[in-house]
């Protein structure tokens, strides 16, 4: 991505979460999955905001503030991606000078955050294919896990990443429809 000078670079979108006194943060927000994921900001009050959608291998441009974590989900597992190998994202502002001529007078630019695909090991790769194949394919996913022929620790987690997935369904399917 070549260097964005980001000064009054709003493109007529409201800045996310506005309040006097906080560090403004220009950011590209770039999905390099091949998942559609939400993006959340969360504030203060650790509660996290739906921002929007966002498709595989697009980009978005945020004005947000330093104070603003960020954090993403797959749009349909509710299953964390990452930024940098970290769950939760930080803005930093970033400035550079405006010109050779002029180093001490700074202009804010638009930094490239990747958002990426977590790292798991095998097994955990192996529970969220099952989990994620059951829910497509069955009505009655917790009955097929219980017929399954394996141990009972496998068991547990498959069902535990069902529950998860169905309840960031529920949750999901809420905050998208306000």
Not at 7 to 20: E, H, K, M, T
Not at 100 to 113: A, I
């Amino acid at each position: 991505m070549a260097l964005q000078i980001a000064q009054n670079n709003r493109d007529g979108q409201q800045l996310v979460g506005a309040d006097q006194g906080k560090v403004e943060v220009y950011v590209l927000f770039a999905n390099t999955t091949y998942r559609t994921l939400d993006l959340y900001w969360v504030c203060e009050r650790e509660r996290e905001n739906m921002y929007l959608t966002l498709k595989p291998f697009e980009e978005v441009r945020v004005n947000t503030f330093t104070t603003h974590s960020w954090l993403f989900r797959d749009y349909y597992t509710g299953e964390r991606m990452h930024v940098r190998s970290q769950r939760i994202f930080q803005p930093i502002r970033v400035r550079v000078p405006k010109s050779q001529q002029s180093p001490d007078q700074l202009v804010d630019v638009r930094s490239e955050v990747l958002i990426h695909f977590p790292m798991r090991s095998l097994r955990e790769n192996c529970l969220w294919l099952v989990a994620r194949w059951l829910i497509r394919t069955s009505n009655a996913p917790r009955r097929i896990i219980h017929g399954y022929h394996i141990p009972s620790t496998l068991k547990q987690q498959l069902l535990s990443l069902l529950t998860c997935i169905e309840s960031y369904s529920r949750v999901a399917g809420t905050r998208r429809r306000r």
